[in-house]
């Protein structure tokens, strides 16, 4: 399996980071973002390891998501690949996630 971050997905990971950088500091920043990589990295091997989310998911790509506390990772095997949708802070609105999941699926079909 071959992994891809989506621009959205590198977006919304910068943004999680700009924030924890100024309301804490690099080194917080830095350790959030090892451990989100590193969780993204065991999809290699675990690629359904994540909750799979029946709203979006469809024949051709199923769409799941893994809770890296207090971030939410968004995600869709499609084929062989997995694609980073997006990287969420638990606390955004349900309305954010699923027009961002809804806008990745409509460039990929």
Not at 19 to 37: C, L, Q, W
Not at 56 to 62: A, G, L, N, Y
């Amino acid at each position: 399996m071959e992994i891809i971050w989506s621009r959205s997905a590198k977006e919304t990971l910068a943004t999680v980071l700009d924030y924890i950088e100024e309301y804490f500091d690099s080194t917080v920043a830095m350790k959030v973002y090892n451990k989100i990589n590193n969780h993204v990295d065991l999809l290699v091997s675990f690629p359904r390891m994540g909750v799979r989310d029946p709203r979006f998911s469809i024949d051709e790509m199923e769409v799941r998501y893994l809770v890296n506390t207090p971030n939410i990772i968004y995600y869709a095997i499609i084929q062989d690949v997995i694609v980073i949708i997006s990287v969420f802070d638990a606390r955004c609105s349900p309305d954010t996630i699923s027009t961002m999941v809804v806008d990745f699926m409509k460039q990929y079909r």
